[in-house]
């Protein structure tokens, strides 16, 4: 069994910043692939960015793409998505999810993702 647990979503004015963190238990972190996903109301679950088990291959959608940073810290058990210069559009419940079947690579689609946080509300201000 794994568990995530996200924090650090807020209330931002557009250009700010935000931080997320997932705290992850269960399981070896480093042995599976992490991703971040939103969904704004009335909108599908979208994918956001991914990073693989080492940290060292990192993937974004278009629209965060140069704004939006993924880490992990398999030390600590944890993922972040470092989001600055934040838009209207990017008001979302964002979630993290852990990827079991991989280590290596990282999937665009909600399907392929075993386990999921609780999700944080992003709410971005103009």
């Known amino acids: 069994q794994v568990q995530l647990v996200e924090s650090g979503g807020g209330l931002v004015q557009a250009g700010g910043s935000l931080r997320l963190s997932c705290a992850v238990s269960g399981q070896t972190f480093s042995s599976y692939a992490m991703g971040w996903f939103r969904q704004a109301p009335g909108k599908e679950r979208e994918f956001v960015s991914g990073?693989?088990?080492?940290?060292?291959?990192?993937y974004y959608a278009n629209s965060v793409k140069g704004r939006f940073t993924i880490s992990r810290d398999n030390a600590k058990n944890t993922a972040y998505l470092q989001m600055n210069s934040l838009k209207p559009e990017d008001t979302a419940v964002y979630y993290c999810a852990a990827d079991l079947r991989t280590s290596y690579s990282v999937s665009y689609f909600p399907s392929a993702y075993d386990y999921w946080g609780q999700g944080t509300q992003v709410t971005v201000s103009s």
């Open positions: 990073i693989d088990g080492s940290g060292h291959y990192t």
